[in-house]
Structures are given as C-alpha cells and as structure tokens.
C-alpha cells in the first residue's frame, strides 16, 4: 500500500469503509484456515484410523495453546505500531516490529523444544492413552515440536502487516502458509 493511500485510509476514510477494507481480507484468511483444518482433519480421517483421528482431536488444546503467544507478541506489538505510525514516531514502529519478530520466533522455538522434551507428561495430560499416544506423539512431532516457530510467526507477521494498513498483503500471507492452528485471531 503506498504512502498516500495510508494516509487516506487511516486519516480521512470514513471509518466504515476503512473498518470494511481492513476486516473482509482477514475473514477471507481466516475462512481459508478454518478449510485447511477441516481438510487435515477430512484427509486423516480417510485413513480409517480411528487412533490417528483421536490424536488430531487430542493434540488440539496444544495447538490452541499457541494462540497465547500469537497474541501476546501480535497483538501487543501491532498496537504499539499502530500507535506509533500515528504519531510518525517510525524508531518505535521499527523497534516494535522488531521485538514482536524475534521474540515470538524465540518463544515458537521455546515453546517446541519444551513440548518435544516434556512430551511424556504432556501426552498424559492431554489425555493419551497407552492406544492413541504413539499417534498423537507423530502428529504432534510435525505440528508442535517442529512447528510451533512457524506457525506462530506466521500469524503474528500477519498482525504486524495489517497494522500497516496491508490486511490484503497479510491475509495472501497468512493464507498461503495455512498453519495446523485453531484461527482465533483477533
């Protein structure tokens, strides 16, 4: 989005229209990821696995538990932006986008690397059994332990974007690496 349109957006729009141009790309990502969930979720189940479909389901509150650093770090941070692109203070903006990055990206890697290290009780209190614990370890290899980092840092760039005033940009970024992750995206 050029300088210009910015500045129309966020300055002289009427706040309808520029709540309608920030909103509609969001909920066309977000819609596209709840369709990449239900896709794995359809796509597990044509194995007729019963096993394997429980461990989608168990491992669900730890996917979920990735919308507390989501919002931490994208919330918090776009806010700062946003204010600070109000007030052309654009070190602050820097600064923030800054902190926002590598902090969720440190916080993505911690979080899996404890998730990969405490995996035995974390399977028990997720609720594995001696029937489905193997299978939810595997899925959860890919979708937590692995890919935490990732999944957590593409939605919090997606914050960071949009609070530019590029939801269009954040949400074809946010689309095009679809996470195994609940979407409850502020």
């Not at 595997?138 to 005033?165: C, D, H, K, Q």
């Amino acid at each position: 989005m050029k300088e210009n349109d910015k500045i129309e957006l966020f300055e002289k729009a009427p706040i309808p229209g520029a709540v309608a141009k920030l909103a509609v790309p969001m909920i066309f990502s977000s819609l596209v990821m709840v369709l990449y969930n239900m896709a794995d979720t359809y796509f597990v189940g044509m194995m007729n696995d019963p096993v394997e479909n429980a461990a989608v389901s168990l491992a669900a509150p730890v996917l979920l538990a990735f919308n507390a650093v989501n919002n931490l770090f994208g919330v918090g941070t776009s806010s700062m932006m946003s204010r600070a692109l109000g007030r052309k203070d654009y070190e602050t903006v820097s600064e923030s986008s800054a902190f926002g990055f590598y902090c969720s990206l440190i916080c993505g890697v911690i979080f899996g690397l404890l998730c990969g290290l405490l995996h035995t009780p974390l399977l028990t209190l997720i609720g594995a059994d001696t029937t489905t614990r193997a299978a939810t370890q595997g899925y959860m290899f890919w979708t937590v332990y692995l890919g935490a980092a990732p999944a957590i840092l593409n939605v919090v760039m997606a914050y960071l974007v949009r609070s530019e005033g590029a939801a269009l940009h954040a949400s074809i970024g946010t689309m095009s690496g679809c996470t195994d992750q609940p979407v409850y995206e502020e």
